[in-house]
Each structure stands twice: as structure tokens, then as C-alpha cells.
């Protein structure tokens, strides 16, 4: 009962804001270690980690908002990086909850650094039970293993 009560706060209109530096790490030679090729590249803040953060802030709004057992999962981003941003500097990530549909959760993603926008765009996310979620995949690998 407490679940439905605390799901019903959520509303459109939730805003919420994360702020980090960028350091080596989550630029683009900094991913080399993965992907090699990317080590010769700018080091600038990398778009796989302006994705991340983005989804991150969007899970940061939720959690007053969830049971102990309730998660989220993401469906969607449509994400556009348009300006770089140097190591030093600080990135934040401003969303807002924008559209309820059940258990479906839609967000605007916009992303600045000290000096200007640098991306902008949606994220959707979907409320999950993690118990459940969890046997799911153990079902789906224990599946695999066994070749079926």
C-alpha cells in the first residue's frame, strides 16, 4: 500500500539537477582502456558518459519517490551532444519529469557546463519490481547456459 501512496507524490513538472567535474577519466581518451581508438581523441568530456549522467539525474529525481524493492529501467534516450567540454570544468544535468503513463516515465535532458549548453534532449524510463526484474534475468541466463 505505502508503494501506490508514495508513487502517487510522483507528478509531471519534478525537477532535479546533478552537478560533477570533468576529469580524465570520463573523457574520450579515457575510455581508451575499452576502446582503443579512442585514446588519440580530444580529451573532452565523452558522450557515452553525458549519456550516463543524464540517466543517472533521472534516476537521482526518483528515489524519494520509489519503495525499497522499486527500480527503474531506462527505454529510450534520444541525446544530442553539441558542444565539447574540457577537463576541469563542471557539467550539470537539469531534467524534468515530463509525462506519466503508468509506469512509464518520460524526462527532458537538458546538460550545461560552466560556460554553455552542451546537450540537450528525452529519456524514458520504466518503474520495475527488482525481485522480480532479478529472476527474470537469472531465468534468461541459467536459459543460455543451458543452450535453450
Request: aromatic share 8%; glycine share 8%; with cysteine.
Amino acid at each position: 500500500m505505502e508503494d501506490v501512496l508514495t508513487l502517487a507524490k510522483l507528478d509531471v513538472g519534478l525537477v532535479h539537477r546533478e552537478t560533477m567535474e570533468v576529469t580524465p577519466t570520463i573523457t574520450v581518451p579515457g575510455m581508451g582502456s575499452i576502446f582503443p581508438g579512442f585514446s588519440a581523441m580530444p580529451a573532452v568530456f565523452a558522450t557515452a558518459y553525458l549519456v550516463g549522467f543524464s540517466e543517472w539525474t533521472c534516476m537521482r529525481a526518483l528515489v524519494p519517490f520509489l519503495a525499497i524493492d522499486q527500480k527503474t529501467v531506462g527505454l529510450h534516450i534520444a541525446l544530442d551532444h553539441i558542444a565539447a567540454t574540457p577537463v576541469g570544468m563542471h557539467v550539470t544535468a537539469e531534467v524534468e519529469l515530463t509525462a506519466i503513463e503508468g509506469r512509464k516515465l518520460r524526462f527532458r535532458i537538458d546538460c550545461r557546463d560552466d560556460r554553455e549548453t552542451i546537450g540537450t534532449g528525452i529519456h524514458d524510463r520504466f518503474i520495475i519490481d527488482g525481485s522480480r526484474f532479478d529472476s527474470s534475468l537469472n531465468r534468461k541466463l541459467s536459459a543460455w547456459r543451458q543452450g535453450t
